[in-house]
């Protein structure tokens, strides 16, 4: 029987994400990275705190806007058994459409969930690529968010890489541009609404061999460099076994890419 004392662990359904633009800048040497996110939110009833999934994170700044008006984030704080952070405000926020700006620090783990850091040889030489593994709940990890299946959304993703490394995400890069000397900013179109275990993204130096399924979808294999020969099963595989499923089940991919 279950204890009517217990404590949920879900967050308050009131507070609703409808979109997420990230921008993550990984240092692969250092094992951290800088984060910033806004999330596009509909807030159905007055209240005086935000609270998110959050995990290992630190944040340096916060504050939100509903409509045209700001609100001052008047305390952070965490809870460590909870995996969570609230943000709290010194008056009520009126119910409505708004948006939480956030400002973070995260570690690049080595537990292999969350965004974490692995290595890989190139010429008998040590190299790091930061990439992520959020299923079931991990993605508090990578930055602050309702990290539940329900709560699905819209991700927009930018990673700030260097010059000499590849960024890989759920969707096609949009933009590729100049940022500070030795580094590079990708931007990543926008990807359908989803729950966030299913959020990807990674940094390193890989090489891809690629093709189109009968259908139009470009299905991409990566490799570090060096090991194209060893993708070209996997991709004829893939390829093919999209197509099959696509017409077993009747629906398209939804995505361009694979």
Do not use: W
Not at 79 to 94: G, I, M, N, Y
Not at 100 to 105: A, G, K, M, P, W
Not at 178 to 198: C, D, I, N, R, W
């Amino acid at each position: 029987m279950k204890n009517s004392k217990e404590k949920n662990v879900r967050l308050p359904i009131h507070f609703k994400p409808e979109r997420y633009k990230l921008v993550l800048h990984p240092d692969l040497e250092k094992a951290t990275f800088a984060g910033e996110e806004v999330i596009s939110f509909e807030l159905n009833k007055s209240e005086d705190r935000i609270v998110l999934h959050s995990d290992e994170l630190v944040v340096r700044s916060a504050e939100v806007k509903i409509g045209e008006k700001p609100f001052r984030v008047h305390k952070i704080s965490y809870d460590r058994k909870s995996e969570t952070v609230t943000f709290s405000f010194p008056q009520k926020l009126p119910k409505g459409k708004g948006e939480l700006s956030i400002n973070f620090d995260g570690i690049l783990n080595s537990k292999m969930r969350g965004f974490y850091r692995s290595r890989y040889e190139i010429g008998g030489k040590e190299h790091f690529m930061a990439t992520t593994q959020f299923e079931p709940t991990s993605a508090r990890y990578a930055f602050p968010c309702v990290d539940e299946p329900a709560a699905k959304a819209i991700f927009d993703v930018t990673l700030i890489i260097p010059k000499d490394h590849t960024a890989i995400s759920n969707t096609i890069p949009s933009v590729v541009r100049e940022h500070e000397s030795g580094f590079q900013v990708v931007e990543f179109e926008a990807t359908p609404k989803m729950s966030t275990y299913l959020v990807a993204f990674i940094v390193g130096k890989f090489e891809f061999v690629e093709k189109q399924t009968a259908g139009g979808t470009m299905v991409r294999v990566f490799v570090t460099p060096g090991k194209k020969k060893q993708a070209e099963f996997a991709l004829e595989v893939a390829t093919k076994v999209l197509t099959f499923y696509e017409k077993y089940f009747g629906i398209k991919y939804p995505l361009p890419v694979l």
